[in-house]
């Protein structure tokens, strides 16, 4: 290796100049991809200071922006190499670089996210997004404006993530939807009915299956079940026979945001 | 600021995983965005290793990749907040989240390039990429396969970066015509034939008027002239009325890539 290479693979340090508030607030559960999630919502958080104004002038002109972020409760000491896709079955294996597999030798996560409206406040500028698939607390490295001309390339081959996998169907149990009528009653929402945000939300969620794929080929059996804090609610689902049944919302005792 | 948003604010250090071979070797002229120049080939190289070879297992399936590196020969002291875009005349000034400048707080560059093929030598496993706007020994962070379904988001609005730049006509003059003619007779290339790639790499990249904006306005100006090196040549070239005329041609006297 010439002294140049050597050079080119020099450690290097970075520090984020914001970070994510979300709805996502543990790993399991996160979408795989960013766009998935219509409903999710989440902010940009940088600090109120004339040069962050500066820096973020005119973004507002993108209806999307590329994040440039640390998966940062990713804490492997050893990254593996090889990893089995979900979508694949879970028993075919790749190598990292073909995937998006949070965990790959530098942790660092890509993802396209609809910009909706950017607010100065006392302490905070926010920008508002949504689509995110960012955990509550990423740091953020860098952001980019999305440009179509040279970021859209319909005609890519996408080999085996090449279409969307089609979202499993997800009912509600009695004491769920309940649940979810009294959460809404609460709020200046309709009370469960059909474009509710937080229904939305849990509903797109968990259309995506969250479940490992080694978990997946356990389907139906009994007694087994998933759970996920999403918003400010803990839910909790069963699979059965590729369909979604949420069997539990509860409120969570705090609020996360605090 | 909580201790939670002081901790996502903490700086890490990251390693690349590999390095480019590019036919840029000097900053200036490099296209402004991946994509743009379908003949510029460049190499990431990884060490050969087996750990490596895993992690790349199947990448050849996708046609595109995400390269997220480090834009290494930036050494600004103080990043500014606000850059000012050729393609805005170079007198409006934007924030630098708002543009793709290689000027910002972190030096992390994103480029979408093809995938061309993938080679395992003795030291060395080469992805042989396309359409890279990449340098020289550039540092890469992570390598992630584009996913259309995801990625390419033809309705986005590019704000003023929406639409490609009319690419500017490039012409030669003699002289340096006849110069790609002996470089050509060199090679097994047919002498300044359509289609000969160190002519389309030449004419592609200057067509993308490499001149920063507070030159683009001395368009015309007698006795001025740019140069950039390509490849293994050094080429030089004036604008006349929106129109590029190359007035010479060198070999550079030594391989580069030694």
Redesign the interface.
């Known amino acids: 290796?010439t002294t140049?290479?050597a050079?080119?693979?020099?450690?290097?340090?970075?520090?984020?100049?914001a970070?994510?508030r979300s709805c996502f607030t543990e790993r399991f559960g996160i979408p795989r991809?960013?766009?998935?999630v219509k409903s999710a919502t989440a902010s940009i958080?940088f600090?109120n200071s004339e040069?962050?104004m500066?820096?973020?002038?005119?973004?507002e002109?993108?209806?999307?922006l590329?994040v440039?972020f640390?998966l940062?409760k990713q804490h492997y000491k050893n990254p593996k190499?090889?990893v089995s896709p979900p979508r694949l079955g879970g028993s075919k294996?790749?190598?990292?670089?073909?995937?998006?597999s949070p965990n790959?030798?530098?942790p660092?996560g890509?993802s396209?996210v609809r910009l909706e409206s950017i607010e100065q406040g006392s302490?905070q500028i926010l920008l508002h997004i949504r689509g995110a698939d960012l955990l509550d607390?990423?740091?953020v490295?860098?952001?980019?404006?999305?440009?179509?001309?040279?970021?859209?390339?319909?005609?890519?081959?996408?080999?085996?993530?090449?279409?969307?996998e089609t979202p499993m169907p997800v009912t509600w149990s009695e004491p769920a939807r309940n649940c979810l009528r009294r959460l809404h009653g609460e709020s200046t929402d309709k009370a469960g009915e059909p474009g509710s945000t937080l229904q939305q939300l849990i509903e797109e969620t968990i259309a995506l299956d969250p479940r490992p794929a080694h978990e997946r080929i356990k389907d139906g059996e009994a007694g087994q079940s998933w759970g996920m804090k999403i918003s400010d609610v803990n839910v909790r689902w069963q699979v059965d026979n590729g369909i979604a049944l949420i069997i539990k919302l509860e409120k969570l005792p705090v609020n996360i945001y605090e």
């Open positions: 290796m140049d290479s050079n080119s693979l020099q450690a290097t340090t970075l520090t984020p100049v970070y994510v991809q960013a766009g998935l958080v600090a040069s962050n500066l820096s973020l002038r005119g973004i002109d993108f209806s999307h590329w440039i640390l940062h190499a090889l294996r790749v190598g990292v670089f073909a995937t998006r790959r030798p530098n660092v890509l396209a302490q607390g990423t740091p490295l860098d952001i980019k404006p999305y440009v179509p001309f040279v970021d859209s390339i319909e005609q890519a081959n996408g080999a085996w993530a090449e279409h969307i």
